[in-house]
């Protein structure tokens, strides 16, 4: 029997993956799940994968429009795969969701999202902290929104609390992703250390993921906000972040 591949893994993955982590295959889909967690005192961060990657455009466009059209926009972002779209997808497309009054967040690799960050300076980038130099990457970015992506392992979490001390002392708004208990009440300890009010920094958790623990940190006063996956491709995406490629 042959060794399985990360693709294999993936498409495994892809067909165990509980269909409670992602919105559903549609735009309408996506737009009912933000509803209830706007609702619930969340904010979110749409994902929009579409089967194939040259529909996109049309369905991310349609999207934000039925946000924007159903008073949403204000507490939602809209999160942007600058590899997957390309440099001039990306920018068209973020500059359509900050028309709509989205956030816009930047996501892929540091090469191919940097010069489309130097240009959408109001744009949250995601920076994962087990990538290499993303601690000096953080500190480039600390005065703008950044996402910060943990990892899995003791190495990811001590990077992931380098960058997160980098971040909260500074003057950005950073956006803490991880559902790990201990990294979270340190990211609270941090944040007071450092003087942050509660609304200059919020959590960032999974769609059907931790799902109490949301609730619990909205109830003490935090921000949270949830990313939701959405779109024919979501389920597939979800499968390659556990195989730690995406």
Same mark, same amino acid.
């Given at each position: 029997?042959?060794?399985?591949?990360?693709?294999?893994?993936?498409?495994?993955?892809?067909?165990?993956?509980?269909?409670?982590?992602?919105?559903?295959?549609?735009?309408?889909?996506?737009?009912?799940? %933000?509803?209830?967690?706007?609702?619930?005192?969340?904010?979110? %961060?749409?994902?929009?994968?579409?089967?194939?990657?040259?529909?996109?455009?049309?369905?991310?466009?349609?999207?934000?429009?039925?946000?924007?059209?159903?008073?949403?926009?204000?507490?939602?972002?809209?999160?942007?795969?600058?590899?997957?779209?390309?440099?001039?997808?990306?920018?068209?497309?973020?500059g359509g969701?900050?028309?709509?009054?989205?956030?816009?967040?930047?996501?892929?690799?540091?090469?191919?999202?940097?010069?489309?960050?130097?240009?959408?300076?109001?744009?949250?980038?995601?920076?994962?902290?087990?990538?290499?130099?993303?601690?000096?990457?953080?500190r480039s970015?600390?005065?703008?929104?950044? @996402?910060?992506?943990?990892? @899995?392992?003791?190495?990811?979490?001590?990077?992931?609390? @380098?960058?997160?001390?980098?971040?909260?002392?500074?003057?950005?708004?950073?956006?803490?992703?991880t559902t790990?208990?201990?990294?979270?009440?340190?990211?609270?300890?941090?944040?007071?250390?450092?003087?942050?009010?509660?609304?200059?920094?919020?959590?960032?958790?999974?769609?059907?993921?931790?799902?109490?623990?949301?609730?619990?940190?909205?109830? %003490?006063?935090?921000?949270?906000?949830?990313?939701?996956?959405?779109?024919?491709?979501?389920? %597939?995406?979800?499968?390659?972040?556990?195989?730690? @490629?995406?």
């Amino acid at each position: 029997m042959r060794a399985l591949t990360r693709p294999d893994v993936g498409r495994l993955l892809a067909r165990s993956v509980p269909a409670r982590v992602v919105a559903g295959p549609g735009t309408d889909d996506a737009l009912r799940v %933000a509803g209830e967690l706007i609702a619930s005192g969340r904010r979110v %961060a749409l994902e929009h994968v579409a089967a194939d990657p040259a529909d996109d455009d049309a369905e991310l466009a349609v999207l934000v429009g039925r946000v924007r059209a159903a008073g949403l926009a204000a507490d939602c972002a809209l999160t942007l795969d600058v590899a997957r779209l390309g440099p001039v997808r990306a920018r068209a497309l973020a500059g359509g969701a900050t028309a709509a009054g989205l956030g816009v967040a930047l996501a892929g690799p540091a090469d191919d999202v940097a010069p489309l960050a130097a240009e959408l300076t109001g744009a949250t980038v995601v920076v994962p902290a087990r990538e290499p130099g993303a601690e000096a990457r953080c500190r480039s970015l600390a005065d703008r929104g950044v @996402r910060l992506a943990g990892g @899995r392992g003791a190495a990811a979490d001590l990077a992931f609390v @380098r960058c997160l001390n980098v971040l909260l002392a500074g003057p950005g708004t950073p956006g803490v992703a991880t559902t790990d208990p201990r990294l979270i009440a340190i990211a609270g300890e941090r944040a007071a250390w450092y003087g942050r009010d509660p609304g200059s920094w919020e959590h960032v958790m999974p769609y059907g993921i931790s799902t109490d623990q949301q609730r619990r940190l909205v109830a %003490a006063g935090h921000r949270v906000r949830v990313s939701v996956p959405s779109g024919a491709g979501a389920l %597939a995406l979800v499968a390659r972040r556990l195989v730690g @490629r995406a």
